[in-house]
């Protein structure tokens, strides 16, 4: 099954287990390969994934069930929590997009009329020259909001990293096959003994 964030098939990979004395691991291997692996450490009040889809740390544990799942909003706020990690970065493209909107209609419905919707069209238009850089874009974009704006009006549409998404993903692929009754490898279990490993 396609991960719902990314489009990646976990179905494939082993899911071994170990659990030992507050220390609870769920890997996600693709069998005869190291490529495409998480494992996601639950000890002590704190869920660590590493593998390669980058390092992480969420200030709570999250341990699979039959009725778990991510959802995302809340478990991106643990990630900003626990750690100065990002969960989200810069979307140039749909930042453009949105300035076009507001460009095109937007700031009217919002209710811009008369001078204020003439200097809001010219500062959404001058901003779309600098919407390809990030740095460029926040530099220009927050230094020349127009006085009657506050900074949340600014235009800065952000896109959850593609590697945290596969974490979330790979996550969810354990919770189904556990929902599903599909059996997971304890440590030490050999590959063909795991429905989780099935290749038809």
Not at 17 to 29: K, M, T, W
Not at 52 to 79: M, Q, T
Request: negative net charge; hydrophobic residues 30%; proline residues 2%.
């Amino acid at each position: 099954m396609k991960g719902k964030r990314t489009g990646i098939d976990f179905s494939k990979h082993q899911v071994i287990v170990s659990d030992h004395e507050n220390l609870l691991v769920h890997y996600l291997r693709k069998p005869d390969t190291i490529c495409g692996s998480i494992k996601y450490i639950n000890t002590n009040g704190i869920l660590a994934v590493t593998g390669d889809y980058g390092n992480w740390i969420f200030c709570r544990e999250f341990h699979p069930s039959a009725k778990g799942y991510v959802s995302d909003g809340y478990w991106k706020e643990k990630l900003h929590i626990a750690s100065s990690q990002e969960a989200n970065e810069y979307d140039a493209e749909h930042t453009q997009a949105e300035l076009e909107a507001k460009i095109n209609g937007g700031a009217e419905e919002y209710g811009y009329t008369g001078e204020k919707l003439e200097r809001a069209l010219k500062y959404f238009k001058e901003c779309l020259y600098y919407v390809d850089d990030e740095y460029e874009y926040i530099n220009y974009a927050y230094r020349h909001t127009p006085s009657f704006m506050d900074s949340e009006s600014v235009v800065m549409v952000k896109r959850t990293k593609y590697w945290l998404m596969a974490v979330f993903d790979g996550f969810d692929e354990i919770c189904r096959r556990i929902r599903e009754g599909e059996q997971v490898l304890n440590q030490g279990e050999t590959p063909n003994r795991s429905i989780a490993t099935k290749d038809q």
